[in-house]
């Protein structure tokens, strides 16, 4: 399996996702620099974390402009599986690949810490192995987390199936407590209605090596494996 990570002036994430689908996982990884308009014919984009452009006006809405962007769109308009992580959820929002937007946390703080989320379906390709009953610690690490969407298309987001994650305590229960950043409906991570483009706030490559003493984070990236398989 071929995946492209891609790198945005200001990203930092980059390496570690590279860390976990390559030496891992062992599959191919190619980095994508922002200007490149070739995603070299691979088989799975990744956006990292991080503070693309500075994050200036807002998180993700100038690298959503970028060249390599424009090659990724059409690739998930094509059916291409595509994952945002942290800043790389925001620019899928931002891109218009993902419903909802992210918003300041309500804490108005930047907030890193380990915090529990759970798969609210295992019906996508980054959920297919995770016990929904299972509360994953992953960390997160972000200023604006806070997840948004109107009326209208959280009904469609709860009707679709389409939220992927919730924020929830130790013990898996979704509770207003276990929220770390105001998000609506303790939503941590959507796709979209097609089903092949994935965002979520929570770090799953920061809890996927044993040397970190938490791998809860692996099930997902061994989830996007299935795709051999397919």
């Keep these: 399996m071929k995946i492209g990570v891609v790198v945005f002036p200001g990203s930092n994430c980059d390496q570690d996702l590279i860390h976990v689908f390559q030496k891992i996982l062992g599959q191919e990884v190619v980095p994508l620099w922002h200007k490149d308009q070739d ?3 691979v088989d799975f984009v990744a956006l990292p974390g991080g503070f693309s452009y500075g994050d200036y006006l807002r998180s993700g809405a100038i690298a959503r402009f970028s060249p390599i962007m424009q090659e990724v769109i059409s690739f998930a308009n094509k059916g291409g599986y595509v994952l945002g992580v942290c800043n790389g959820f925001q620019i899928l929002t931002e891109a218009g ?6 918003l300041h946390n309500a804490s108005r703080k930047f907030i890193c810490k380990n915090v529990h989320i759970k798969a609210s379906t ?7 192995k995770i016990d929904t009953n299972k509360a994953l610690k992953i960390p997160i690490a972000h200023g604006e987390g806070n997840f948004y969407a ?3 298309d959280l009904k469609k987001l709860n009707d679709n199936d389409q939220i992927l994650f919730r924020y929830c305590d130790e013990q898996g229960n979704v509770t207003p407590e276990a929220n770390p950043n105001g998000s609506i409906e303790n939503i ?3 796709c979209n209605i097609g089903r092949n ?9 920061r809890a996927a090596d044993p040397i970190l003493g938490n791998e ?14 397919a």
């Design 150 to 152: 109107h009326a209208d």
């Design 197 to 205: 483009v994935f965002g979520m706030m929570p770090h799953p490559e």
């Design 122 to 128: 295992q019906n996508s390709l980054i959920t297919s």
């Design 97 to 102: 690949l993902l419903p909802g937007g992210l």
């Design 216 to 229: 809860d984070g692996l099930v997902l990236f061994e989830s996007i494996l299935s795709l051999i398989k």
């Design 39 to 41: 995603l070299q014919n």
């Design 188 to 190: 941590a991570g959507v």
